[in-house]
């Protein structure tokens, strides 16, 4: 097995990739980061991609990464929730937010 910083990816990675993973940061990228990143891995051949993150942006800065996977061709094998956040004020009373900040555990493929 081989475990590569993301910053190797497009320089210095000339090996297939099977397998990535990322945990919570893919969310906090704009769109064109997303891309790139996934893109550069694609170019390798990345056959899947596991990943836990929120897959609608929290604010304006950061891309939807629902739409940036669909664009680049990734298919579901398998989705779940992994952690659905609760907000509570200094009270211990929870806020109830509109805005879904679900983190999805999702394991896909791009062929």
Same mark, same amino acid.
């Given at each position: #097995?081989?475990?590569?910083?993301?910053?190797? &990816?497009?320089?210095?990675?000339?090996?297939?990739? %099977?397998?990535?993973?990322?945990? &919570?940061? +893919?969310? *906090? #990228? /704009?769109?064109?980061?997303?891309? @790139?990143? +996934?893109?550069?891995?694609?170019?390798? !051949? +990345? $056959? @899947? +991609?596991? *990943? =836990?993150?929120?897959?609608?942006?929290? %604010? /304006?800065? =950061?891309?939807?990464? $629902?739409?940036t996977l669909s664009t680049l061709g990734?298919?579901?094998? %398998?989705?779940?929730?992994?952690?659905?956040?609760?907000? @509570? %004020?200094? $009270? !211990?009373? =929870?806020?109830?937010? =509109? /805005?879904? &900040? $679900?983190?999805? !555990?999702?394991?896909?493929?791009?062929?």
């Amino acid at each position: #097995m081989n475990l590569v910083a993301p910053w190797l &990816l497009v320089d210095k990675l000339k090996a297939p990739v %099977d397998l990535a993973l990322n945990f &919570l940061s +893919l969310q *906090h #990228m /704009q769109t064109e980061t997303q891309a @790139y990143y +996934l893109d550069a891995l694609r170019q390798n !051949g +990345l $056959s @899947y +991609l596991y *990943h =836990e993150n929120r897959l609608l942006p929290r %604010d /304006q800065v =950061e891309g939807s990464l $629902s739409t940036t996977l669909s664009t680049l061709g990734a298919r579901s094998v %398998d989705s779940q929730v992994v952690v659905r956040p609760k907000l @509570y %004020d200094r $009270s !211990g009373a =929870e806020i109830h937010i =509109e /805005q879904d &900040l $679900s983190i999805y !555990g999702q394991l896909l493929r791009f062929d």
